[in-house]
């Protein structure tokens, strides 16, 4: 784990035209987002046998269940026959699962169970024609699953970090709600810049710079799991919701280490994925590419198990302080889109505060060399360009 950024000299952003170009926004899709772990759920969002959630991605949808014997597993949300989608939302499913069109049904481990008028189908190997297994990984409770399999493992990806997380106990957590789903008018990638830098903070945060103490700089490892931590600060704001938390939050954290009392942890996963750890809950943001110049954010909040009315109003104080900071968020990522659309438009130099993001670009780059280009492919070439830039 390194908390040097690079110089300025070298910390070259990715070009304008990659945050509005319909072609590349499809290509990220199946380079990045694919081959990446997304975030599913928390174990104790499928904590009993039959219990399932599913996760929509661009053009993919993923079921999470838990087995008749406490295992989880995660399938493509298609039924092998015709390419249905088997099951929506979350809830308790039955013993098996059935595709709503012909009626194809499921074991909880996927093997296909049986199918209407099986005389009809010759030639075929039942044994093949399972919902088709995705990677699916668990951290401190959080359930990650991966569409394209390979590459790093979660536990390879935060092991230099995990000890950071560990005292909050994040897998004790239980969801608060259902997760909260926003619709931003900026790229994807605009989102995630904004997540993975602090510089932004004491002018664009003005709640979150009276209330603590930030690291601004943050660290970052090997995988690009990036991290700061903030900490309350001991003289209290001027507002007073933020001044409540400041007084309540140490002592009803007190369940917890002394040491993240009073802290909070702030993370990113690349490519899209922050995590918010708090005393009190942790919440986690997931930005979802939509249109070249739209995405959506995912927003699922967990809470230790904690009836103190106390704790209920901790927990109310934290969700209005970062209400606005989201929407602080959105208005600046939508000012940045609408920004960098003028003509002739180019980004300016990183900070050495936000090495973060030039780490996050170069990973864009590797993934999709097109990206390396000053101006976009003519209309239609775009991943015929980058096969060749790949096979260079």
Request: hydrophobic share 35%.
């Amino acid at each position: 784990m390194t908390d040097t950024p690079p110089t300025q000299k070298t910390a070259r952003t990715l070009p304008a035209w990659t945050y509005h170009n319909a072609e590349l926004n499809e290509l990220e899709y199946d380079a990045m987002f694919r081959t990446s772990w997304q975030f599913a759920c928390h174990i104790n969002d499928v904590k009993n046998p039959r219990d399932f959630m599913t996760l929509d991605l661009g053009r993919d949808s993923v079921i999470v269940l838990r087995g008749e014997d406490g295992e989880l597993w995660a399938f493509i949300n298609a039924c092998s026959h015709r390419g249905a989608r088997v099951l929506d939302g979350s809830g308790q499913c039955k013993a098996r699962l059935t595709c709503p069109y012909h009626g194809w049904s499921y074991h909880l481990n996927g093997a296909l169970a049986g199918r209407p008028a099986e005389a009809t189908f010759s030639g075929t190997d039942k044994s093949t024609l399972g919902l088709r297994a995705v990677d699916l990984e668990v951290i401190c409770g959080l359930v990650f699953v991966r569409i394209v399999p390979g590459g790093v493992s979660l536990k390879e990806m935060w092991k230099d970090t995990i000890h950071l997380i560990e005292p909050y106990r994040l897998e004790e957590m239980v969801p608060l709600s259902e997760p909260w789903v926003d619709h931003w008018n900026c790229n994807w990638k605009v989102g995630v810049d904004n997540n993975l830098e602090n510089y932004h903070v004491p002018i664009g945060h003005p709640g979150y710079h009276r209330l603590l103490d930030s690291d601004i700089t943050g660290f970052i490892n090997a995988h690009g799991v990036a991290g700061s931590k903030s900490t309350l600060r001991p003289q209290l704001s001027s507002n007073w919701a933020e001044r409540m938390y400041q007084t309540m939050a140490p002592r009803l954290n007190s369940d917890l280490p002394a040491e993240v009392h009073n802290t909070w942890m702030f993370f990113t996963m690349p490519p899209n994925i922050g995590l918010d750890i708090y005393g009190d809950s942790m919440d986690l943001f997931q930005f979802l590419p939509a249109t070249a110049s739209t995405c959506s954010v995912r927003y699922p909040i967990y809470v230790r198990p904690d009836a103190r009315r106390e704790m209920k109003v901790l927990r109310y104080l934290n969700a209005r302080i970062n209400r606005q900071v989201s929407a602080e968020d959105k208005m600046l990522c939508e000012r940045v889109q609408s920004g960098l659309n003028s003509y002739g438009f180019e980004f300016g130099p990183l900070s050495s505060y936000e090495h973060c993001i030039h780490d996050m670009h170069n990973r864009v780059r590797a993934a999709c060399p097109v990206t390396q280009l000053d101006a976009a492919p003519a209309v239609g070439t775009l991943r015929q360009r980058n096969e060749e830039m790949l096979a260079a």
